[in-house]
């Protein structure tokens, strides 16, 4: 589904990814952990296709298509979403509203039909209740004035009714409590489907006791420098990221 | 070419009515003579620092007469007079048109007519509508009006119909449409007001509005006044209001049209508890020019104002905004509140915003700010990755910075329209209305 082959990035000149070979899978859930400045948010914005990245070398194809070449309201259609580190608040912009017009392009872009808003409506609210996000929310400006753990929510709220095939969970946990944490996963653990995939960029190995991945991918100064499966996220948490860095020097 | 402003007087002979007073006639004349003196504002006066009258000195404008409101107003665009709800009086080209609005004088408490003949009213008012000081386009308007309109409210009367008040230019001439209005609000009397200008879309003429308004104690004005010209029309255009104790004047300009806008907004709160509230939202586009001068005398103690301007600037077009708030010496406990935040959406466009404050006593608040940005390339990039087009998403941001406005304007028919406008795409305004 994802292929990111020899991926180089540049941010105003300075080298930040440096060669990262990456395969993803239907079905499959890939975490991808590594200390501060490792490149872990730069990898989950250059997916989404935010600004300010220079892709100096390589390439990432997406169902045969080279992302790259997409502006990111094309990647959300071909099926990327990215939950974000820090979800934005929009004032004066209505959630549904956001939402609604957000599903529609992604429709559009597929050529198929606009939802009617009383289909639109009660999908919504059958999906608001599975991910445990306070209805109430709904009809409030994007992320304004919610709680770290209610705009984590939200997120995997739009992710639950945008309905990717490869979601990219930005340090989903961070910030949250142990409370907050498991409702996220929990929210994550229903959205996990055979067509799939998930890529869950994390700091800790907390988040990955609730959403267990088939792989783990260690990211230091801008490499993969190991991959392994969830056993290799325990050791990391025993043991730290040093040893990895040291041991790859040798 | 109109290098000199005194050869947008009309004629001497034959100008006005010869049913104008005496005293009328005479103050005309003196202010004939202030226009001849005072000339065209230049960029050497503080106040017009930013707002350069040079393309309106290159047309050739000639004062509208009678005739001229006979202007076929079925070719507008968007005149849907029929179908507004509310009570309507329209004037073409600065002249009442009796057999086009909906109003009819029989609203209880309130009475409407052509300032033309009310000359009563123009008497009540005379020092008020004489105080032109040194600005020579109410001068002008003294000058040279044509007419406008006269509300009379009566003591206690709450007029739970909205007014609406339609301004239309339409000429092949470039016309001077000189148009004085005065408001007057008795004691306890509430009235909502919506006073419109439009224009067709090769309507090349200048208007020069001023407008007195009387608030008596305890009276409350809600004035809702949209600029909604072609962009080929200019108008400049003075409010002056006089708040008495415990009154009220709330106030929301809106300018989307015109190619030269400048309005003056002058309250001076007189009596304690005396309030104003003065909204702004513009939009520029293509090289509008979008002025606003605002002054709120706070001339005695516990009296209230607060200031909100919202603009939104976009390829050559500028705007400016001073608001001036003057607290008279002893004026203590007074509030004052003033916000403008402006938009720009493209490297040429250009603000000039700032706030004024004159303090004469020692115990007041008053708070002021202005912001100068361009849209959150975050919260772009957030809707984007969401799935919506770059299109929709600057629109939906804009929409969103002008509903601060939009939203307190409590006038379904207007605020929708607004909506509409702002959100540039019929069916984001259908998906917004359709929401829960």
């Known amino acids: ?87 934005i608040e929009i004032a004066g912009v209505n959630n549904v509203y956001m939402l609604k017009a957000a599903l529609n392009g992604i429709r559009a872009y597929r050529g198929e039909s606009e939802l009617s808003s009383v289909q639109f409506l009660k999908m919504v609210k059958d999906k608001v209740k599975a991910v445990g996000l306070d209805e109430g929310l709904l009809n409030r400006q994007v992320n304004s004035g919610f709680s770290g753990g209610e705009k984590k929510k939200n997120e995997i709220f739009q992710l639950s009714v945008l309905e ?54 260690v990211l230091s100064k801008g490499k993969i420098v190991r991959t392994g499966d969830k056993e290799l996220a325990l050791t990391l948490e025993e043991r730290g990221y040093d040893w990895l860095a040291e041991e790859n020097l040798v | 070419m109109t290098d000199v402003l005194s050869e947008l007087l009309p004629p001497s002979e034959g100008r006005h009515s010869l049913s104008e007073p005496d005293w009328l006639q005479e103050k005309r004349q003196e202010a004939g003579r202030a226009v001849k003196e005072l000339g065209f504002p230049n960029s050497g006066i503080e106040t017009w620092k930013y707002t350069s009258l040079h393309r309106l000195k290159k047309v050739d404008f000639r004062p509208a007469e009678i005739a001229d409101s006979t202007a076929d107003t079925t070719v507008m665009p968007k005149i849907e007079i029929d179908s507004l709800k509310e009570k309507t009086v329209i004037f073409v080209n600065g002249f009442f048109r009796k057999d086009l609005g909906t109003y009819k004088n029989n609203v209880a408490g309130i009475k409407i007519e052509p ?34 309109i006269s509300i009379e409210v009566d003591d206690n009367a709450l007029i739970s119909e909205t007014i609406r008040l339609v301004f239309i230019g339409e000429h092949r001439d470039p016309l001077l449409r000189n148009i004085k209005n005065i408001i007057q609000l008795g004691q306890n009397a509430q009235l909502r007001l919506i006073e419109e200008y439009r224009s067709g879309i090769d309507d090349f003429g200048l208007t020069n509005v001023s407008t007195n308004i009387v608030l008596q104690k305890g009276a409350t004005l809600n004035h809702h006044r949209l600029q909604n010209e072609a962009i080929s029309s ?81 390829d050559k077009s500028r705007g400016v905004f001073n608001g001036k708030v003057i607290v008279e010496k002893d004026a203590q406990k007074i509030t004052a509140k003033q916000a403008s935040n402006n938009l720009l959406l493209s490297r040429t466009a250009e603000i000039d915003t700032k706030p004024e404050l004159q303090i004469y006593a020692d115990d007041v608040k008053c708070a002021h700010g202005a912001t100068i940005g361009q849209l959150d390339s975050a919260a772009l990039f957030y809707l984007r990755s969401r799935g919506i087009s770059e299109q929709k998403s600057r629109a ?10 939009i939203k ?21 305004s259908k998906l917004k209305s359709e929401a829960l």
Request: aromatic share 6%; net charge negative.
């Open chain 1, 164 to 217: 990717p095939t490869l979601a990219v969970l930005d340090e989903t946990d961070s910030g949250l409590d142990i409370d907050a944490l498991k409702a996220v996963a929990d929210g994550v653990n229903k959205l996990r489907i055979a067509t799939r995939a998930f890529i869950v960029v994390t700091h800790y190995q907390r988040l990955l006791d609730h959403i267990v991945p088939d792989f783990v991918h």
């Open chain 1, 1 to 87: 589904m994802l292929e990111i082959k020899n991926l180089h990035v540049a941010v105003e000149g300075k080298e930040i990814l440096s060669g990262i070979n990456l395969t993803v899978n239907a079905g499959e859930v890939h975490a991808v952990m590594g200390p501060n400045g490792s490149g872990k948010s730069t990898l989950s914005h250059v997916l989404a296709g935010k600004e300010g990245y220079e892709v100096t070398k390589g390439s990432i194809l997406f169902k045969e298509k080279s992302l790259l070449d997409l502006e990111p309201e094309e990647r959300a259609g071909e099926g990327v979403f990215l939950a974000f580190q820090y979800p």
């Open chain 2, 408 to 428: 307190t304007i409590p006038v379904d028919n207007l605020r929708s329209n607004l909506e509409r406008r702002f959100i540039g795409h019929n069916e984001m």
């Open chain 2, 115 to 148: 300032l033309y003949n009310n000359t009563n009213m123009l008497e009540k008012n005379q020092e008020f509508i004489s105080s032109y000081s040194d600005d020579a386009f109410a001068a002008l308007n003294l000058a040279a009006f044509s007419d406008g």
């Open chain 2, 396 to 405: 939906l941001l804009i929409f969103a910075f002008a509903e601060e406005i």
């Open chain 2, 234 to 314: 200019s108008q400049i255009a003075k409010i002056v209001a006089s708040v008495e104790a415990n009154a009220s004047y709330n106030s929301d300009s809106i300018v989307l049209g015109g190619q030269l806008t400048r309005l003056e907004i002058d309250v001076a709160l007189t009596g304690g508890l005396a309030t104003c509230r003065l909204n702004g939202l513009f939009s520029g586009s293509g090289e509008q020019h979008i002025d606003h001068h605002t002054t709120v005398r706070h001339q005695v103690g516990d009296t209230h104002s607060e200031e909100l301007y919202r603009g939104i600037l976009d």
